[in-house]
């Protein structure tokens, strides 16, 4: 009688474990990626949420040098986006140069919950984040990832995290990038739910770019995201009061999705890991260089270096150097920054039965949207054959709203159905970045 109550406990248990819709379909974790999950815990102060966390290590890295975290926002939408984060080539791109890890959480949040639940690391998602580096380090054969630098992007309650993180762990972070939300630094009384925070002098150390789009109270003064500027205002002025190298980049054409942040996000990102990135693993962070820097106006469009800027230095947004400097410049204007360098060339090609597969990188500056395909030197296709982004430049992965691949994953696979039966082919592929160029 024991075992058959024993048996229905644990029937009636199992469901309630198991992954619900929309959070139980998404890429698998194999080599070089790697995934934990933790289930919803009901002690005070803990995460409330199950959540998964999945990291991409580069191949052949034989120490990681950091960790670059991609969050997403709040909603079941942007939440069972984050699935595919760390799958994403463009941002593997620049975890690869560097040496760091590509991490992506997905906080399996109902669309109705308080999303401060877990997009507020006091609430429990500090200490699950800091539990899955050390568990996947362990899953890894990379334990170094529990004590490595973190450099954080998240869109709307991903940006409050990343903030709130930034704040938390300023000694932690290499440089932080929140898309359009921030956390709150004076309470709310119309939002009690949202705890206010108080800024560190540390905070200072830390490059901060903050992102949005100016239908989100810039140039559009009503709607639903009308009040991020706002926000975003408030945050830069007081960290800029306390000395913070932070600056503000907002998108001419967008509301609160993603649009072609990635483009401007990642060579900022890439700046600031090669400045601060110790050689070795362990050692501590370096200081951001404050020499090169150069100063923009508040919802400007013109940079100038810091020496030569007329304006308020102290109310001036932060920019680490001139080449980031003139690719902000492009960005607030129309976001078509310039890329000269070819993407690299497709690998491993293989040819059966007509059907091709293949892996190809993406490039750094402008990622990847398409593949050629080459016959006997004659283009028989396109993978995707119409690449597709709602939310900005068509890329072969495809964006959701978080900026994160689509799910499923498109594969590099392309079936040559007209090929001519019998007939020994000769095979090309071209990868071809968002700027046009090809791979050589």
């Not at 995934?35 to 949420?49: D, H, K, M, N, Q």
């Not at 080459?374 to 495809?398: A, C, H, L, S, Y």
Request: hydrophobic letters at 40%; a neutral charge; one cysteine or more.
């Amino acid at each position: 009688m024991r075992s058959l109550a024993l048996l229905s406990l644990l029937a009636l248990t199992a469901p309630l474990l198991a992954q619900q819709p929309p959070y139980d379909v998404f890429p698998a974790a194999d080599p070089p990626y790697y995934r934990v999950r933790y289930e919803a815990s009901t002690t005070p102060g803990e995460l409330i949420f199950p959540v998964n966390y999945t990291v991409w290590v580069p191949p052949g890295v034989k120490k990681l040098r950091g960790v670059i975290v991609h969050q997403h926002g709040c909603g079941e939408g942007s939440c069972k986006s984050g699935l595919t984060g760390a799958f994403d080539l463009h941002w593997q791109a620049l975890a690869k140069k560097h040496g760091c890890a590509l991490l992506a959480p997905s906080y399996e949040q109902p669309e109705k919950a308080d999303c401060q639940m877990w997009c507020d690391p006091r609430n429990g998602s500090d200490k699950a984040f800091q539990k899955a580096l050390a568990d996947l380090g362990a899953k890894s054969g990379h334990p170094e990832l529990s004590k490595v630098p973190w450099a954080l992007w998240g869109h709307s309650g991903g940006g409050h995290w990343t903030g709130g993180m930034t704040i938390l762990h300023p000694d932690r972070v290499a440089a932080a990038c929140p898309r359009s939300g921030v956390p709150l630094l004076e309470e709310n009384p119309t939002r009690p739910t949202i705890k206010a925070y108080t800024l560190p002098d540390a905070i200072s150390g830390v490059p901060i770019m903050c992102n949005l789009g100016t239908k989100e109270g810039v140039t559009v003064k009503e709607g639903r995201f009308a009040g991020a500027w706002a926000a975003n205002e408030k945050f830069f002025t007081a960290v800029r009061a306390k000395g913070g190298l932070i600056g503000i980049s907002v998108d001419p054409f967008t509301s609160h999705e993603c649009g072609n942040q990635r483009y401007f996000t990642i060579l900022w990102l890439d700046a600031c890991l090669s400045a601060r990135l110790p050689e070795q693993s362990g050692d501590p962070l370096k200081p951001m260089p404050t020499k090169n820097a150069w100063l923009a106006p508040l919802l400007g469009t013109e940079a100038t270096p810091s020496e030569k800027f007329a304006g308020d230095k102290a109310q001036a947004l932060w920019l680490p150097n001139e080449a980031i400097a003139k690719a902000w410049m492009t960005y607030v204007k129309d976001t078509a920054i310039a890329d000269t360098t070819p993407p690299p060339a497709p690998t491993g090609l293989e040819v059966k039965d007509n059907v091709l597969t293949w892996k190809a990188e993406a490039d750094l500056e402008s990622g990847l949207a398409h593949f050629i395909i080459m016959r006997d030197g004659e283009q028989v296709g396109t993978v995707p054959e119409q690449p597709k982004n709602p939310f900005g430049r068509p890329i072969f992965q495809g964006l959701q709203y978080s900026d994160t691949p689509t799910n499923p994953l498109v594969e590099m696979r392309f079936a040559d159905t007209k090929a001519e039966a019998g007939k020994k082919h000769q095979y090309r592929v071209i990868s071809v970045n968002t700027a046009g160029l090809k791979s050589e």
